[in-house]
C-alpha cells in the first residue's frame, strides 16, 4: 500500500470541498470522516493535532505513521511543491471561514476546556 491522506471536513465547509477536489485533481488515496454529528471527535482532533479549523489534512505512510499537513492551503502548497497539481492563483478567504478553513466547532458550542 502506498501512502494515502485522511481529511477530516464538515459538510458547510468549502475549504473541505477544495481540499477533496485538490485530491481528486492529484489521483492519490484518501479517507474522509466527517465530523458534522462528532462534537467530541471534533475536540480530539484539535487537542491531538494542535488545529482549529477544517479541513484537518494527514497523511498516512505504509507503516500507518501519521504526518500531519494542516489545512487546504497548506495541502495545495505541498502538492505544488511536488508537482503533484498545477501551480494555481492562491486561494482567497471564504466568507466565514479563515485562509486555513472554517472553524472545527460550531459557532456557539465551544468549549474552553479544550
Known amino acids: 500500500m502506498n501512502n494515502y491522506y485522511l481529511l477530516y ?6 475549504w473541505c470541498v477544495k481540499a477533496i477536489n485538490l485530491l ?14 462528532a ?3 471534533r475536540r480530539h482532533l484539535k487537542n491531538k493535532y494542535k488545529w482549529d479549523t477544517v ?3 494527514v497523511e498516512v505512510d505504509k507503516n500507518g505513521n501519521e504526518n500531519f499537513i494542516g489545512g487546504y492551503t497548506d495541502l495545495e502548497e505541498r502538492f505544488n511543491e511536488l508537482g ?5 492563483e492562491p486561494s482567497y478567504v471564504v ?11 460550531p459557532e456557539g458550542t465551544s468549549d474552553t476546556s479544550v
Open 9 to 14: 471536513v464538515t459538510g458547510h465547509c468549502p
Open 24 to 37: 481528486n485533481e492529484s489521483g492519490l488515496e484518501y479517507a474522509i470522516t466527517l465530523l458534522d454529528q
Open 39 to 41: 462534537l467530541d471527535y
Open 55 to 57: 479541513p484537518i489534512v
Open 84 to 88: 503533484l497539481v498545477e501551480d494555481k
Open 95 to 105: 466568507e466565514d471561514c479563515g485562509p486555513e478553513g472554517c472553524p472545527i466547532e
